[in-house]
Nanobody, 116 residues
Framework: QVQLVESGGGLVQPGGSLRLSCAASGSRSSITDMAWYRQGPGKQRELVAIINRVSTAIYGDSVKGRFTISIDNDKNTVYLQMNSLRPEDTAVYYC??????????WGQGTQVTVSS
C-alpha cells in the first residue's frame, strides 16, 4: 500500500506561480512512476505530467513550457512547479503513483484556483 498526501494548492492570480508537493509513504520502494493529474469543473481528469525514478518526464500539451515536474527519491516526494498560470488551469490536482506490481494510488486532491 502507498499513501499520498498533496499540499501547496490555493488561489493565485493569472500569470502567477504555485508549487505543489506530494509525499509518498508506505511501500514507497515499489513506486516506479509518479504523476500529477487534474480535473477542472465539468471536465474529465487529464494527465498534467508524469515522471519516473530517473527523472524522465512527459507533459500534457496544455502545460508544456509552463509546468515542471520533479522528484526527490530520498524524500519520496514529487513536485509540480506551475508558472504562468491561466484561469483554465483551475482544477483539483491529484497526485498518482504507480508500482512495479501494477498498483495505482491516488492522493486526496488539492484545489488550484487561478483568478483575479
Amino acid at each position: 500500500q502507498v499513501q499520498l498526501v498533496e499540499s501547496g494548492g490555493g488561489l493565485v492570480q493569472p500569470g502567477g506561480s504555485l508549487r505543489l508537493s506530494c509525499a509518498a509513504s508506505g511501500s514507497r520502494s515499489s513506486i516506479t512512476d509518479m504523476a500529477w493529474y487534474r480535473q477542472g469543473p465539468g471536465k474529465q481528469r487529464e494527465l498534467v505530467a508524469i515522471i519516473n525514478r530517473v527523472s524522465t518526464a512527459i507533459y500534457g500539451d496544455s502545460v508544456k513550457g509552463r509546468f515542471t515536474i520533479s522528484i526527490d527519491n530520498d524524500k519520496n516526494t514529487v513536485y509540480l512547479q506551475m508558472n504562468s498560470l491561466r484561469p483554465e488551469d483551475t482544477a483539483v490536482y491529484y497526485c498518482n503513483a504507480a508500482t512495479a506490481l501494477g498498483g495505482t494510488y491516488w492522493g486526496q486532491g488539492t484545489q488550484v484556483t487561478v483568478s483575479s
